[in-house]
């Protein structure tokens, strides 16, 4: 019994580590391509007409 409890244990702990990478990885990117975004948008911003 307790073996399998140390073998879930394991496999939540590496699910875990697994779902935390991929979370930095898109919340990194996803910051990058906003920040592009809002720089495109600042130094567009001389060329609009009202």
């Not at 019994?1 to 590496?14: D, F, I, P, R, T």
């Not at 990478?21 to 975004?37: E, F, H, P, Q, R």
């Amino acid at each position: 019994m307790e073996e399998k409890v140390y073998k879930v244990m394991k496999g939540a702990g590496a699910l875990n580590i697994a779902v935390g990478v991929v979370t930095l990885v898109v919340g990194l990117a996803s910051g990058i391509l906003m920040i592009i975004g809002g720089a495109r948008l600042l130094a567009g911003k001389s060329k609009i007409l009202f």
